[in-house]
């Protein structure tokens, strides 16, 4: 598997744009729109920043419409009859 990066635009594909593909597939398609990359490249994409704020779990149904409440939320479940 080897990573390719494009450095032309063409139809469907914009520059910068990422692959992955086999090595026979790379070997067919670099040259004048696409160079290959290292793999560390194509990995960063993927990879979650410090920037990104972390999005926590809510489980009071309250705080899910963005209203803070103080109640606890519990969960209830029917009685068989």
Known sequence: MKCIKAIKPSKGVEVGDIKRVDDKTAYNMVGSMWAYIPKSEYKA?????????????KSNPKQMDGIESEEPFVKTRKKAK
């Not at 994409?45 to 779990?57: L, M, R, S, V």
Request: proline share 8%; charged share 45%.
């Open 45 to 57: 994409q993927f990879a979650k920043t410090a920037d990104e704020p972390k999005q926590e779990k």
